[in-house]
């Protein structure tokens, strides 16, 4: 029998491979524009969704390599270019490719030397005039690869433009190279957000918004991990993990590994498990802590103000969603409703426009659109309690407010959570958020 490791199998951190879920619904577009020669790629949807997961597994499927470039604020077009010329590296200095591509390959080794030369000298790496774009292309092609480009939302406007061009190139170049693509990777709410390109681009460019998963793509997650480690999950604690994951598949890894650990489970098992509710509570709460400043700072950028406004939108808007008790979220029309009672003169306008920023990365992506329902609410169940008990301070309110989806747990962890999460929203009152 196999034997696998609990973060092997739950893997909140990394892309999944063992408990890798196919997703039908966008499979087919997903694998048609990976194999259409000059198509080149956006993918972009909610901060755990399983983006990156699903498209590294269709990858391993279709291409023998890829290059993958982790963007971050403040990285330029340069260094993205730069970093993909050195992981071509191992194609290009290993003896098959010397002798079958002789002539590419001494021009490959020839800009790899000038480079290490240039950081000799200056101690610092600049992109010379040699390697192009153009020549980029060429080398990717010949290795018969392509660029993933992870969080491309995150680079400076002038940079995304310029990698825009990249993708331009690349489409141009795909008759001598018909693998060649760039997959801009993005944690947004359109494509748009992503890559700003060309119109003249449009029909070159595959759009594919991968969306939360579902409770049955949740359910295969932990039914994979459960024949992987030989346990089971009880129905309620499969349940209770399913619904605070709220359809990240990041989150349903997080809970189902720390439910894993709470019962001292770290690998698989020689007989059957089963992981209770109990185990679930522990894992909640250590769930919580080791998130407790990653709620701060999302709830802190979702309410920041860089300049004084007629009206606090953010607080507005999120206050409304707070105080409401449809764990399902409200429509446009429900929020401005609820606004309305207490901020008559709200504009419909401002409702639309801060709706949008506060799904995006720039307001920690605190909201969350339903595609179906239209209806919007908390990304994340605990991010809502916590905004609940900062506005209910804020008000000077005296009431406790329950934690969301509360059948699920003890009395006991109910108060634990709740003073935790309220201790979180006296730090964050002292700094007058």
């Known amino acids: 029998m196999a034997i696998y490791t609990i973060h092997d199998v739950f893997t909140p951190t990394r892309p999944a491979v063992l408990t890798f879920i196919e997703r039908e619904t966008i499979n087919d577009r997903l694998v048609d524009a990976l194999q259409t020669p000059g198509k080149q790629m956006i993918v972009y949807g909610h901060t755990g969704s399983g983006k990156t997961t699903l498209l590294i597994n269709k990858l391993n499927q279709v291409y023998e390599n890829h290059l993958t470039i982790r963007c971050m604020v403040g990285v330029s077009f340069e260094q993205v270019l730069i970093e993909a010329f050195d992981q071509l590296g191992p194609f290009y200095d290993s003896e098959r490719t010397r002798t079958e591509k002789a002539g590419l390959s001494a021009e490959y080794l020839g800009i790899k030397a000038q480079m290490s030369s240039v950081v000799e000298r200056k101690q610092t790496r600049l992109l010379p005039q040699q390697l192009s774009p153009q020549r980029l292309a060429r080398f990717i092609g010949e290795a018969r690869s392509c660029l993933v480009l992870e969080d491309f939302h995150k680079l400076a406007e002038n940079e995304k433009r310029k990698l825009s061009q990249v993708m331009k190139v690349i489409m141009d170049m795909a008759v001598d190279y018909p693998t060649v693509k760039v997959i801009a990777i993005g944690a947004v709410g359109t494509a748009r957000e992503v890559v700003d390109y060309d119109p003249e681009m449009h029909n070159r460019i595959a759009e594919i918004m991968v969306p939360l998963m579902s409770d049955t793509e949740l359910d295969a997650i932990l039914a994979r991990g459960e024949e992987l480690l030989t346990i089971r ?199 007058s958020i």
Do not use: W
């Open 233 to 431: 999950f009880a129905d309620n604690t499969k349940k209770a993990i399913i619904t605070y994951a709220n359809g990240l598949a990041s989150v349903c890894h997080q809970l189902a590994l720390n439910c894993c650990l709470s019962a001292n489970i770290y690998q698989t098992l020689t007989s059957e498990f089963q992981i209770t509710v109990q185990d679930f509570e522990k894992a909640a709460t250590d769930y919580v802590s080791s998130e407790s400043d990653s709620i701060k700072a999302v709830f802190e950028k979702a309410v920041r103000q860089t300049r004084q406004r007629k009206f606090d939108n953010c607080r507005i808007i999120l206050q409304a969603l707070a105080d409401s008790d449809n764990e399902l979220g409200l429509s446009i029309g429900d929020i401005l409703t609820k606004i309305r009672k207490k901020v008559l003169s709200y504009p419909a306008g401002n409702l639309t426009a801060y709706l949008d920023e506060l799904q995006s990365e720039k307001r920690g992506s605190i909201l969350r659109k339903d595609l179906d329902s239209g209806r919007y609410s908390y990304s994340n169940p605990f991010h809502k309690v916590y905004a609940q008990l900062v506005f209910s301070r804020r008000k000077k309110e005296v009431r406790q407010t329950e934690l969301a989806f509360q059948e699920f747990l003890s009395d006991e962890v109910k108060r634990k959570l709740y003073d935790f999460l309220s201790d979180l929203a006296k730090e964050a009152m002292k700094k």
